[in-house]
């Protein structure tokens, strides 16, 4: 990661931090009255091929001893009250500020992958992490959709990972390696501004 990302991302990291500040209370406060303890989901991700951190978003599903794996319809029985709507609104994402603060994450970049894939596709996550992961990217802006509309129709973890492995890592890896030849400051904020106005329409 460049001097002139990581700044941006900091300054970035920090004025989201305050702004968001009042969101972050209230959401906290809301799975804390509907949905109980814990409000916060912690899982390890991968920010390189060897290096694995512990990512935090709020809590969408009902906790379940040995979850692992990508969320399929195998668990959509799982989602809370407010889970549907954290994660319509990609809300559940926004404690990720915390691993942006601490360098764990860039607020563009691939979206940091579980540790059993990195394991399972080597060659391909040792490209894709040569990029800082992140927050946003190329493929959570065009790929994300049809991702949700592939694992949706899924039934058991087995199918879940089967179509994952198949039909999104190898599409995701593509337009992780796109922006990863093309990345700039300038290109970090043309994506994040594509986020955001994806998220309010």
């Not at 989201?16 to 303890?37: F, H, K, N, T, W």
């Not at 390890?44 to 809590?59: A, H, I, N, P, Y």
């Not at 001893?65 to 809300?91: E, H, M, P, Q």
């Not at 030849?181 to 290109?187: D, P, Q």
Request: net charge positive.
């Amino acid at each position: 990661m460049t001097p002139a990302k990581r700044l941006f991302d900091l300054v970035c990291a920090i004025l989201l931090s305050i702004l968001l500040a009042p969101v972050i209370v209230l959401v906290a406060m809301l799975i804390l009255v509907l949905d109980g303890r814990p409000i916060f989901y912690i899982s390890e991700r991968m920010r390189s091929s060897t290096q694995g951190f512990d990512l935090v978003k709020f809590r969408t599903m009902k906790p379940v001893a040995g979850d692992s794996g990508v969320s399929g319809g195998d668990k959509s029985d799982r989602i809370t009250r407010t889970g549907a709507f954290l994660r319509r609104t990609r809300l559940d994402e926004v404690p990720q500020l915390w691993n942006v603060l601490r360098g764990d994450i860039s607020f563009v970049g691939p979206r940091p992958p579980l540790r059993q894939y990195v394991d399972r596709f080597p060659d391909l996550y040792g490209r894709v992490l040569q990029s800082r992961p992140g927050i946003t990217g190329l493929a959570s802006i065009y790929f994300h959709a049809h991702e949700e509309h592939l694992l949706a129709r899924t039934s058991s973890r087995e199918e879940t990972d089967a179509v994952y492995s198949r039909a999104c890592i190898p599409r995701k890896a593509h337009l992780d390696l796109i922006y990863q030849e093309n990345r700039t400051v300038c290109m970090d904020m043309m994506v994040m501004l594509k986020t955001v106005f994806k998220r309010l329409r």
